[in-house]
């Protein structure tokens, strides 16, 4: 039942930026977008989140589409510790539904 | 100031054994979720407990059962062992308020494996 559709795996060279897409088609007006990574041997780890307007965080950016459909993670300059399985998940604030996590993006970055 | 905390981060069990995990939450957190990480997959979502209630649970058998203490500590127990039930178990901790969503901060696991 997965709500949001990621590729199974990108790659990047160090240093230049990377755009990890998400669609999620049947986003619903209370469905906040959440990206998480997860580092090999660790437990995933919140990157940002964000409803309608673009975020920016020390880590990364998201943009939102203007339809909410879809949404991209940029990591404005990649480096090796940012190799890792991104998680794109909708989750729905007022129904307080738990974190449903899909197979993720495998970011692969090269030097 | 602590993160999210697991204990033992390994543990051996057989077959038919049952086996307790422990999670102290982040402090200010009140919410916590258990996931389970088999090989090469995503989380899957176990169940959630707050006010020391369980609250929402995932498609997980009643072999898996979990307790949350006063001091929103928590608990995962799993009876009657498979092999299958070898993996990486989460635990999340998160601070419910209302509608605004503030996002969980994950342990790093437990690395359940079973013979």
């Known amino acids: 039942d997965a709500k949001t559709t990621q590729p199974n795996s990108m790659e990047s060279n160090e240093e230049e930026p990377v755009h990890l897409p998400c669609n999620h088609s049947t986003i619903s007006g209370t469905d906040y977008i959440h990206w998480y990574r997860q580092l090999p041997s660790q437990g995933p780890e919140y990157v940002i989140h964000g409803l309608t307007s673009n975020v920016n965080n020390r880590m990364a950016s998201l943009a939102i589409a203007e339809d909410r459909k879809s949404s991209t993670l940029i990591l404005h300059r990649a480096t090796l510790r940012d190799a890792a399985v991104y998680y794109c998940?909708?989750?729905?604030?007022?129904?307080?539904?738990?974190?449903?996590f899909g197979a993720g993006t495998r970011l692969t970055v090269k030097p | 100031d602590a993160g999210v905390t697991q204990s033992p981060t390994h543990l051996i069990k057989t077959r038919g054994q049952q086996v307790t995990l422990r999670c102290s939450p982040k402090s200010g957190h009140d919410t916590v979720s258990w996931y389970q990480q088999a090989l090469g997959q995503g989380p899957q979502f176990i169940f959630q407990?707050?006010?020391?209630?369980?609250?929402q649970r995932g498609n997980f058998p009643d072999r898996f059962s979990g307790h949350q203490f006063p001091n929103y500590s928590s608990e995962l127990n799993v009876n009657a062992l498979l092999l299958g039930d070898s993996a990486l178990y989460l635990c999340?901790?998160?601070?419910?308020?209302?509608?605004?969503?503030?996002?969980?901060?994950f342990g790093s696991g437990t690395r359940l494996t079973v013979v």
């Open positions: 407990y707050y006010e020391e209630e369980e609250r």
């Open positions: 998940i909708l989750r729905d604030v007022v129904s307080n539904d738990d974190m449903r």
């Open positions: 999340a901790s998160s601070f419910k308020s209302g509608q605004q969503d503030y996002g969980y901060t």
